[in-house]
């Protein structure tokens, strides 16, 4: 603990308070070099941020007294030192979603996120924040985490499943979103806070509009319902039942006082909003209405749907002006250019398109995302279009001439809407990695990150010495890493398939040995990158493989739902293991070489002869599929990993669950031990990875990212940790004060 921190803990809590303060009253005073030295010291920095009474949030507010009158007037006023704190001040806002939730993580967050700046006042923050760190922690070895001065702002955490939508107030000061979780928030977008829940639907809510003057919200769900909420209270004002599916999309017309919803029922109503009687209903469409968007004067509205067109109807009338025809897949979103003359759709064809609203004509085609596009909106100029998609990233484009202007990435899973704030200078965005993310549209720079692979990394494995790793990826290839560097040093290329699902090396660190969803295992050269040879047997994709202590053969685990043992060297199926309900995830030897331990979809784990191929025990225990194992280095113990969102500690002689182990909040992917056997490191879909003591089943430390982590390795010395995440990332963290 730090001079600063005994102190700040003996003083009194108006004491305390006082200190926190300080800043307001050094920038009311005009005093920059006092403030900027505040706001650059760790030890403040942390205390302000723990304390209950301020938090992270109240930091965040500090930076903003850099644009006090008192200060601008102030000779000693220095643009670059604003520049220092405006990127302090991103890091914690970044960081911010993190942090109310676990404190302990400030240091890793800021290492992750600050690293890379030659600043010597962030440098000598990153310092004191390694010396004051008591508490074992994971320090970034690279800048593995979103950087502050780019395009992210903000991540909204809350919703515990996938957001569907979001609408912005009239004032552009709230957000209110729409979730799988069955609920909508209400989000304070300058604080990020969480200030209210509508609970009411009894399945995803899908859609959500704001009524004009900004008092009430109108909802869209899967239990085929529109429901009226009053935005201050919270109270369900209205339902309104009609439609026979789920609803998908909803609006407003111009006056507020009519709605309109979009069916998988194939059809679009009309409804009063005061009465919630159902004023009309359009029909026309051969398959689900997915959105829909009114003409500027109230009187039209077009409508996208799964039979791949959109269509114009008359809103009075009920009539269908005009169908648009080419698409090439469902049509999944429409907007309206401010003018009313042309409206741009979005498909799950890959693409956008921009029509002219009285010909009907395909004008234009927007390409590049790489997956289907859910969401489009137009900035209030008409000039600019910005898309999200099921690739993780959102694209904005120049709509007069097509070209891709910039992508935001970010999200760890698809991005299902999109909204512009009313300044147009900040997007928001909504995921199916349960987040909202707030965005600076103008900037979109390149964020400074270790990042190889273009897919997500399902495996790693260190070399003996532990100065290089291989990585194994859903972009088909494996690639060689230096450790101390983070250097992207070698790649290897020979699947077919799409994913390259695990990896090891052979005992002498001359060869590596890889397998793939094509069906195959391939043998390379670690120092010339030459494919030596091909295993083929499985009738499914390869999952998992270990090598015998001796270098010798090879066992691999298959969605065939067996295990096969190799002959290294001549490629020979030797044995084939067979007992399993459902795909073999995760395979581990113990240190004799007699045995195998194998992770399946069944929910269990087996114990396997190796010599004879017997089934000698099954272990029972997990509720959902295993996806890891890994052994004590005295092979008395193996631990799991499951998608029931915990570990196991397993005695491998009687089969006794000994120890569970919870913290995690979704799947676990991965697990390695330590050395020394007394702490193991798991990879979740959660995002985080977890320092656990073996013996206790206690939490230790945490680390959070920005994508789910897939896989994890520790190196000899005990202290390395490598991992990689579904953004095709590769971390590198040390782990500190064991």
Partial sequence: MSSFAKKFAQLSLSDQRTILIDPRVKAKIGKWKPLYKKLTDFDFIDAKVKHSDFGVQSLIEDYDLINDSELLSNPEYNPEQVKTLKLIQGALR????????????????????????????????????????????????????????????????????????????????????????????????????????????????????????????????????????????????????????????????????????????????????????????????SNLVTALALTPNGQQVISASGDCTLKLWNLETGENQRTFYGHRGPVFAVALTPDGKQVISASLDNTLKLWNLETGENQRTFQGHSAPVNAVALTPDGKQVISASDDNTLKLWNLETGENQRTFQGHSDRVNAVALTRDSKQVISASEDNTLKLWNLETGENQRTFQGHSAPVYAVALTRDSQQVISASWDKTLKLWNLETGEDKHIFQGHSDTVVYAVALTPDGQQVISASWDKTLKLWNLKTGKHERTFLGHSNLVTALALTPNGQQVISASDDKTLKLWNLETGEDERTFQGHRDTVYAVAITPDGKQVISASGDCTLKLWNLETGEDERTFHGHSHRVRAVALTPDGKQVISASGDCTLKLWNLETGEDERTFHGHSNSVNAVALIPDGKQMISASYDNTLKLWNLETGKEIATFTGENPFYCCAVAADGMTIVAGDGSGRVHFLRLENV
Avoid at 109 to 127: C, D, N, S, T
Avoid at 164 to 189: E, H, Q, R, Y
Avoid at 244 to 264: C, E, M, N, Y
């Fill in 94 to 285: 970044l960081s911010a979603h993190i942090l109310v939730k676990d404190k302990k993580q400030l240091a890793g967050q800021l290492w992750g996120r600050m690293q890379h700046f030659a600043v010597p006042e962030i440098q000598g923050m990153l310092e004191v924040a390694k010396q004051q760190q008591v508490l074992p922690w994971l320090r970034p070895l690279t800048s593995n985490l979103i950087s502050p001065g780019g395009s992210l702002l903000l991540t909204l955490s809350g919703h515990s499943n996938s957001v569907n939508a979001v609408a912005l107030t009239p004032d552009g000061k709230k957000v209110i979103s729409a979730s799988f979780d069955n609920t909508l928030k209400l989000w304070n977008l300058e604080t990020g806070e969480d200030e209210r829940t509508f609970k009411g639907h009894r399945h995803s809510v899908t859609a959500v509009a704001l009524t004009p003057d900004g008092k009430k919200v109108i909802s869209a769900s899967f239990d085929n319902t529109l429901k009226l909420w009053n935005l201050e209270t919270g109270e369900n004002q209205r339902t309104f039942q009609g439609h026979s599916g789920p609803v998908f999309a909803v609006a407003l017309t111009p006056d507020g006082k009519q709605v309109i919803s979009a069916s998988d029922d194939n059809t679009l109503k009309l409804w009063n909003l005061e009465t919630g009687e159902n004023q009309r209903t359009f029909q026309g469409h």
